[in-house]
């Protein structure tokens, strides 16, 4: 089905071993992003992506890995997970950014992380 | 530092009730303002404005830009249990980034 999917749903580890996010969208947005949602914090960033093998750093990318070798995966490592990992982590995709505004994004389903 | 505030935090209202929720920001490079409706799952696209569609309605919710106030209001009128969510105020900068706020969380009872 086209839209934006994330695997796994639902994902429990300990502390210390490598995890990774699955994301893939079927649109060919040129953006994609990783944000994080906590109680108290709102969604926040953790990075994006402006197209295929260019990402950049969001507002709390310390732990975390990305890499987006084809346009439609955006896969996001926690290269040593921490309890203060353990988060709900949604991955969003977005056509860009153009003059009068910002493209809107649209969400998968989300990831819910438990680091124990 | 970029920052998005919303209030209330959480509201209670009956069903039929009319509320009005609120969004004021501080970030530098504004393009845009966005409103996410979110229930048990993802966050939906609700709205968007910018400096050229600073007002916009879709059935019983309507939103509003001030960018005079730097803030934003969203409506919703004749509240229905369907309406419970959080809804998300987001502001869109240059980077293409995201500031979300924290979220009003809405809960309308019958």
């Known amino acids: 089905d086209a839209g934006i999917t994330q695997s796994p749903r639902y994902k429990i580890t300990e502390t210390g071993r490598q995890v990774t996010l699955m994301c893939h969208q079927t649109?060919?947005?040129?953006?994609m992003f990783w944000y994080r949602q906590d109680l108290g914090h709102g969604l926040r960033l953790i990075y994006y992506?402006?197209?295929?093998?260019?990402?950049d750093k969001g507002e709390v990318p310390d732990g975390y890995v990305v890499s987006r070798s084809k346009t439609e995966n955006f896969p996001l490592t926690l290269e040593s997970a921490t309890r203060s990992q353990t988060s709900v982590y949604f991955c969003?995709?977005?056509?860009?950014?153009?003059?009068?505004?910002?493209?809107?994004?649209?969400f998968g389903p989300g990831t819910r992380l438990t680091v124990t | 530092e970029d920052k998005v505030v919303q209030s209330p935090l959480s509201l209670v209202v009956h069903e039929g009730d009319t509320v009005t929720l609120n969004c004021s920001y501080e970030?530098?490079?504004?393009?845009?303002l966005l409103w996410y409706k979110q229930e048990k799952k993802a966050p939906t696209f609700l709205f968007m404005l910018?400096?050229?569609?600073i007002e916009k309605k879709s059935g019983r919710l309507s939103s509003i830009l001030d960018k005079k106030e730097l803030s934003s209001i969203l409506n919703i009128t004749a509240t229905q249990t369907g309406d419970s969510a959080i809804y998300l105020c987001?502001?869109?900068?240059?980077?293409?980034?995201?500031?979300f706020g924290t979220g009003t969380r809405l809960t309308v009872i019958p």
């Open positions: 649109w060919s947005h040129s953006y």
């Open positions: 992506s402006a197209a295929a093998d260019i990402t």
């Open positions: 970030v530098t490079n504004f393009r845009s």
């Open positions: 910018t400096s050229s569609g």
């Open positions: 987001a502001v869109g900068t240059g980077a293409n980034n995201l500031f």
């Open positions: 969003a995709s977005s056509g860009g950014v153009w003059e009068s505004g910002t493209y809107e994004q649209y």
